[in-house]
């Protein structure tokens, strides 16, 4: 399936947050915008799916579809340019700098979260026929979920926010392994299985991701959920961000630049100084043990 190995995949993932940083504001913000609508709509089907058929793993098995058109698109998550990005300025890439990056993630999560915003909305028609009705039963799950992953953590205090935390940290890892797996192939089957598995296991382990969050939430408060905007920042959003920041750049992005590209040079210099070492060395004579 075109394999690239990791010293290549490194470069690619260095180069890729390179160009985000330098990406204009119209593009990155369009992109964005587009990445937390399908994102969303993915997290709409994944949770009808279940809650129709009984069966979670269902939703799980079927979520990843959004995510996998959305990078093949070419469009950008929060939780992917936390990964990717820091690489071009620890790489000290020409005109890189913190401004730069801290910008990209600004804007990124501002269209991530108008993308998802706009999607809570339609979904909320949808689910109430106008607003019209009371939401039907994805609806009401919607609701559930937004209280029980606010209120839920907050019941427990501190221990709720390092679980929550937490929770946040295992998502990044798995769905940057995702976004940088989609780099491991060159063909588009390749791609969409890498992505699949990672990203199928943070859903199904119901771990929190900052952008399907964006969906969830603003839809739950939208259909009746007994839990408030400042519940949802402070119980969720907020630590959840922090958490996915975490996990993506220590547990994905770091592990790859640190064993794969920063000591590439070292040893490039001491297999060159091992070829000069074996080209000084004089042949033995046929008559020599």
């Known amino acids: 399936m075109g394999y690239v190995v990791p010293s290549d995949l490194a470069k690619k993932m260095i180069d890729a947050g390179e160009a985000k940083v330098f990406m204009s504001t119209r593009d990155t913000l369009i992109r964005a915008y587009m990445a937390g609508a399908i994102l969303s709509l993915a997290a709409a089907f994944a949770v009808s799916m279940s809650v129709k058929t009984g069966v979670p793993l269902i939703g799980a098995l079927l979520f990843p579809v959004g995510f996998i058109m959305l990078y093949l698109m070419g469009f ?19 005109g890189v700098t913190l401004r ?25 028609i949808v689910f109430t026929f106008g607003f019209s009705q009371a939401p039907d039963e994805v609806g009401q799950a919607i609701g559930h979920i937004g209280e029980g992953r606010t209120l839920g953590y907050a019941a427990h205090g501190a221990s709720g926010m390092l679980t929550l935390f937490i929770r946040g940290v295992l998502c990044n890892w798995m769905v940057s392994t995702g976004v940088v797996g989609a780099m491991m192939s060159t063909s588009v089957s390749g791609k969409a299985l890498a992505m699949w598995m990672p990203v199928m296991l943070f859903f199904a382990m119901t771990f929190e991701h900052s952008v399907v969050n964006m969906f969830l939430f603003p839809s739950g408060l939208l259909l009746g959920g007994n839990f408030s905007l400042m519940d949802y920042l402070v119980w969720n959003e907020i630590p959840t961000v922090l958490g996915n920041l975490v996990g993506g750049l220590a547990f994905v992005g770091l592990a790859m ?4 590209a920063r000591s590439l040079p070292a040893r490039a210099k001491r297999a060159a100084a091992a070829d000069e070492a074996a080209a000084a060395t004089p042949l033995s004579s046929p008559g020599q043990a």
């Open 76 to 94: 950008d998550l929060l939780t992917g340019v936390f990964t990717l990005v820091p690489l071009a300025l620890i790489d000290r890439r020409p």
């Open 257 to 260: 630049y640190s064993t794969h």
């Open 100 to 124: 730069g990056v801290l910008r990209n993630w600004g804007l990124v999560f501002a269209g991530n979260f108008a993308g998802a915003l706009t999607v809570a909305v339609m979904m909320a």
